[in-house]
């Protein structure tokens, strides 16, 4: 760490995208930094609307190990959430040799062969079903007796196949896993609770990284993050282009691609402290961006409804609606605070947080 033998960064080049000149070109992302120990009173930092985009020359006080114009350390991840609001888990983990998991020719194969088996298949969803629309479905045998299994010959045999595959494999967790055959391997979602879904990878063009909320009975994948008994508020301020930014800046990165982790993305996000009207508001301008996405789910998928060049113009409004009211829930002034200004206040936010 620099910080650590008190280097400071002088200059510096956020992310862009630098090509070669080969005919196989392959796309790199770079980050220019320029650092020493004698610290210079005028620091330049380039900035980039995109990765693709022209640099803008910022002179500014400060360049933080984020390449950010704020005088902050870093942010670490944390095992809760610094803040008072529900836990982010992780969706539930199969671990199942793909027994449990089935597509939709399967279950109708299934249901034609045994219909009371019905009660045992769920909707099950991951970031593919929620951003693409696709459709899965899984056993969940979590309240299945061991006469239920025993009677019907198809889950006997899924679990038997679960059971096998879990012992033959190289994993001791998962060996362990083989003296519960009939239930997923790790279990997140508490029953009969509605959950917000959170894609844990999430194309980079996106401005909003796509959340929903899934129903009781639907099964979450650990393809997507989860959080049990999450309000319209709390849905509110994480699609916030407030949240994004912080996003952005904190998450991992699979190429060009957002990682979302809940150590370091939803447990280190400083929420704000509204006042109940602007609370209220929230709610409101959260609902309204459901109600307008639920306008066109008949016949266009989440991924269609958030590409910058498809979103509708109605939907882009709800966003902007909402994204006004949560900055004044923060106390940022709407039309004077940019996204890098943005992120200096929560990180100083952050820092406060941690130290109380």
């Known amino acids: 760490m620099l910080n650590d033998f008190d280097i400071k960064i002088n200059f510096a080049h956020q992310t862009f995208q630098w090509d070669s000149e080969s ?39 400060f360049i933080n190990p984020y390449l950010l114009p704020a005088d902050t350390g870093i942010i670490s991840a944390k095992k809760d959430a610094i803040c008072n609001v529900p836990k982010m888990n992780f969706g539930n983990q199969p671990r199942d ?22 009660k045992w298949l769920r909707p099950y969803i991951g970031a593919d079903e929620f951003i693409k629309g696709k459709q899965r ?82 099964i979450s994948s650990d393809a997507v993050q989860i959080v049990p008994n999450a309000t ?19 998450c991992g990165r699979l190429k060009g691609d957002y990682r979302y982790a809940k150590e370091l993305v939803y447990n280190t996000f400083p929420w704000p402290s509204p006042t109940e009207e602007q609370y209220h508001k929230i709610e409101d301008t959260a609902k309204n961006i459901l109600e307008v996405r639920k306008k066109y789910s008949n016949d266009t998928t989440i991924a269609v409804l958030y590409d910058p060049i498809t979103m509708p113009a109605d939907l882009e409004k709800a966003h902007r609606k909402n994204d006004i009211a949560v900055m004044k829930a923060y106390g940022f002034k709407v039309n004077e605070t940019s ?14 947080v941690v130290s109380e």
């Open 23 to 61: 005919n196989l070109k392959a796309h790199v992302y770079v980050i220019i930094v320029g650092f020493a120990a004698e610290i210079q009173k005028i620091k330049k930092l380039y900035t980039y609307k995109s990765i693709k985009s022209k640099p803008e020359k910022r002179i500014v006080e």
């Open 97 to 118: 040799g793909g027994h449990f998991v089935i597509k939709e020719n399967e279950r109708k194969e299934i249901l034609s062969k045994e219909p009371e088996l019905e």
């Open 232 to 250: 319209l508020y709390h849905f509110g301020i994480l699609t916030s282009n407030v949240h994004m930014a912080w996003m952005r800046v904190v």
């Open 137 to 218: 479905w899984c056993l969940w045998l979590k309240d299945a007796s061991p006469a239920d299994i025993s009677q019907s010959k198809i889950l006997y045999q899924k679990v038997a196949a679960v059971k096998e595959f879990r012992l033959n494999s190289s994993a001791k967790t998962t060996n362990g896993y083989a003296k519960v055959p009939h239930l997923f391997a790790q279990i997140t979602q508490p029953d009969n609770a509605n959950c917000l879904i959170i894609p844990r990878t999430s194309g980079e063009r996106r401005r909003y990284i796509p959340i929903g909320f899934m129903d009781a009975d639907t």
């Open 339 to 352: 996204e890098m200004d943005c992120i200096a206040e929560l990180m100083k936010l952050y820092h406060k």
